[in-house]
């Protein structure tokens, strides 16, 4: 029996000397070990496979045309709980990383819904409902989904019009993928935010308009942004921050334009008035 702890990170190379398994392909079947391997890969493939309520709906094996429970490993996979076949499932979201999950086992039997081939044609497939047998998917690092959520919205955006409206009109009508991650805060110096604040004096330090609303105790909305980011090193500092409107911070954490930079630290030199 093939055990690896859940969470861990191999490489393409890594998996198949482990499993003896094709180095390709999102269905993996080896006989040597006599398992089947599950490869969600989040960035390459065309199908939507999807965690929902502690349940990964897995796509099955076929890019084009109707799909076939008798095609590749699609009768291993929906015929598992008797054939003693060990199921594990990994997950991609960086290239050459493959994100072990877990063994896997039918959470319910297969079913079929409506999605588009690698021609753009609208297609029946397979749904694979299975479910971890240690009941939880691993946490992922949540710089791993905004990685993630970047490649994709590169790849939204390269799509013509006809070929977006294709996707998302015909796309399952199934609740959005949910999972647990992990992320750093930082605790802020309060003292630090409220400097900033009054320093600026209701008043952008960007854009230098007054801030867009007025807050429920009638003091002005501005944000406090660091301008040498936190996480990149920055101090939690007076002569690290600027208070500017919320379309500004969008701008900066988009833009980040060395002329702004530059503007803010020149803001974050003044001093805050007296009493």
């Not at 660091?226 to 002569?239: C, F, N, Q, R, V």
């Amino acid at each position: 029996m093939i055990t690896i702890e859940q969470g861990k990170i191999l490489d393409n190379d890594e998996l198949c000397n482990l499993f003896k398994c094709s180095p390709q392909g999102g269905m993996r079947r080896s006989h040597k070990t006599n398992t089947l391997v599950l490869v969600s890969n989040h960035i390459k493939s065309i199908y939507e496979d999807k965690w929902i309520d502690g349940i990964m709906h897995y796509t099955g094996m076929g890019t084009s045309g109707d799909q076939s429970l008798t095609f590749g490993q699609n009768p291993t996979l929906a015929n598992s709980d008797s054939n003693n076949v060990q199921v594990h499932l990994f997950e991609v979201f960086k290239s050459k990383e493959y994100h072990y999950q877990g063994i896997v086992k039918l959470s319910s039997q297969p079913y079929q819904e409506q999605q588009i081939d690698e021609n753009g044609k609208k297609r029946l497939v397979w749904m694979f409902p299975v479910k971890l047998l240690n009941g939880t998917p691993a946490i992922i690092e949540n710089k791993t989904i905004e990685f993630l959520q970047t490649v994709r919205e590169k790849k939204a955006k390269k799509l013509y019009n006809n070929r977006l409206k294709m996707l998302v009109e015909n796309s399952p009508k199934s609740k959005p993928n949910k999972r647990k991650t992990i992320s750093e805060s930082y605790e802020r110096d309060e003292k630090v935010v409220q400097y900033a604040l009054r320093r600026a004096n209701g008043f952008c330090q960007l854009c230098d308009l007054p801030a867009p609303f007025l807050r429920k105790d009638d003091s002005p909305f501005l944000e406090v942004h660091h301008i040498e980011y936190l996480s990149k090193g920055g101090a939690d500092t007076i002569e690290n921050v600027a208070a500017i409107c919320p379309n500004c911070h969008r701008k900066m954490h988009v833009l980040n334009r060395s002329s702004d930079v530059l503007k803010l630290k020149e803001k974050a030199k003044e001093k805050l008035s007296d009493d």
